[in-house]
């Protein structure tokens, strides 16, 4: 469908101011590490830092006022024109704001031509008035950002030729850039934290916490059973509280992620040992990349190939011993999930190791240690608080992984501890609970958020854990 107004898509503009934003900050910089060189021979002075400090700062200045003028732009630009929409609607129109608000998804829809059937003349007309704001909005972007460029240029070759301490400038932009990503990362972290907490809440004061900590059964479809307007008894709030008993979720996925981590540990050790202290050069060089090219592997073929072939494979070596065994089963997934997380133990062991001092081999050496007597002795000792580090970022893996267990494990909440049934994982409920329209006033909904708060929380407590044993352990070769 065509739209009201043939102007550039959103996406396509902003890529192609950034593109001319980056390419005119290269060009400035090679403007300004030029440009000091000439001034100081006139003027005969001496510059107060290298001339590439100059190019950096004339880019800097130009650069990022330019890019958070587009990234303030982009995130405030939908609320403005949404504003101006349905103010305009609000003159025309006597209805509610949810009829308000359907009216513009279906004037926005219309404008991007993913509108359905046929369009009333009102919605025309407001698609035509949105496709008028964003051209507006566009060209007011582009004239900002332009002006904010040469203004910004301007001044800071002004800097330039009195000969600032342009390495200092430099340096203080770096600082202010390092703390703002320090501050975003906290605020997201802090974000995360309160409102997995809000909607934790808000499940608990519907569900018995030592229900859902203790409970042995997983059924959250019984909360959309009932009618939510409807008040519930005590009875029905017990056995509402019943249906969401966590056991299952925490004991699949303590299951599967140790059936990973037996995989993953051993061989990843191992090989991390071998290609460290035993490889030549050569092997080294092939061996390391091959085995991280496990990492790069999408999870979803890891889980076509859980499913497709090992999956099956164990189904039909436990058919030939009599053995009953699921068509998905948590061995499978386990199986592949700790082929998946080889490289994290096998990589960043191998790092540590090598970080070993060679003095201290060396003294091994000399008092008449084996070559293995020395890997066990001291070089694995004194890099055990790194391997450690990994072992915990594997097993951080595996508690997350999700595409593997959905397509391998399968989705029932069986509280088992045979590796050839089926069971899940917290990872693979969270999303299955959230995929597709919820209701967020629901305890079904909201039993996601509380997973997601355990599992923070055991995250946490296993990092506690290994900070301690690396810092009982560091303190020794320190």
């Not at 964003?134 to 330039?160: C, D, E, R």
């Not at 070559?371 to 055990?384: D, G, M, N, W």
């Amino acid at each position: 469908m065509v739209r009201p107004l043939p102007i550039v898509r959103n996406e396509k503009m902003n890529l192609l101011i950034i593109i001319f934003i980056i390419a005119f900050s290269v060009t400035c910089f090679f403007f300004g590490k030029s440009q000091i060189k000439k001034i100081a021979s006139i003027n005969q002075f001496k510059p107060k830092a290298l001339p590439h400090f100059y190019g950096f700062y004339l880019s800097l200045w130009c650069a990022l006022p330019a890019l958070l003028i587009v990234l303030l732009w982009t995130i405030f630009e939908p609320f403005i024109v949404k504003y101006f929409i349905i103010s305009s609607l609000e003159q025309t129109s006597s209805e509610n704001s949810e009829q308000l608000n359907l009216a513009y998804q279906k004037i926005k829809s219309f404008y991007l031509g993913t509108f359905g059937g046929s369009a009333p003349d009102a919605i025309k007309i407001g698609a035509a008035k949105y496709a008028s704001f964003i051209s507006i909005a566009q060209n007011a972007k582009i004239v900002l950002i332009l002006t904010t460029v040469i203004g910004f240029l301007l001044i800071a070759f002004k800097k330039i030729k009195n000969n600032i301490h342009a390495r200092e400038g430099v340096e203080l932009i770096f600082k202010i850039v390092l703390i703002v990503s320090s501050v975003i990362a906290i605020l997201t972290t802090a974000g995360i934290i309160f409102s997995l907490l809000l909607e934790s809440i808000k499940f608990f004061s519907q569900i018995n916490f030592f229900d859902f900590l203790f409970g042995l059964e997983w059924s959250p479809q019984k909360a959309f059973v009932r009618d939510a307007s409807v008040a519930l008894t005590a009875e029905q709030s017990k056995e509402l509280g019943k249906a969401f008993g966590a056991i299952p979720l925490f004991a699949g996925t303590g299951f599967i992620a140790l059936i990973a981590m037996s995989v993953a540990v051993p061989i990843g050790l191992f090989s991390a040992i071998y290609l460290a202290e035993y490889a030549s050069p050569t092997l080294r060089k092939f061996g390391k990349p091959v085995i991280e090219i496990l990492a790069g592997i999408p999870t979803v073929v890891y889980g076509f190939f859980a499913a497709l072939t090992v999956g099956p494979l164990i189904k039909g070596v436990g058919d030939t011993f009599g053995l009953e065994v699921s068509s998905e089963s948590a061995l499978a997934a386990g199986l592949v999930m700790g082929v998946m997380i080889i490289p994290f133990v096998s990589s960043l062991s191998d790092d540590v190791i090598n970080a070993v001092p060679q003095s201290l081999r060396e003294g091994s050496y000399a008092l008449g240690a084996t070559k293995s007597e020395t890997i066990r002795q001291v070089v694995l000792p004194a890099a055990l608080p790194g391997i450690i580090g990994s072992i915990l970022l594997a097993i951080s893996r595996a508690i997350g992984e999700t595409m593997i267990v959905v397509m391998a494990a399968g989705l029932a909440a069986n509280l088992t501890i045979n590796p050839l049934d089926s069971t899940t994982t917290i990872t693979t409920q969270i999303v299955m609970i959230l995929v597709g329209d919820q209701e967020f006033t629901s305890a079904k909904t909201q039993a996601a958020f509380a997973l997601g708060l355990t599992l923070f929380a055991v995250t946490l407590i296993l990092n506690f854990i290994a900070l301690r044993v690396v810092n009982k352990y560091r303190e020794k070769y320190d």
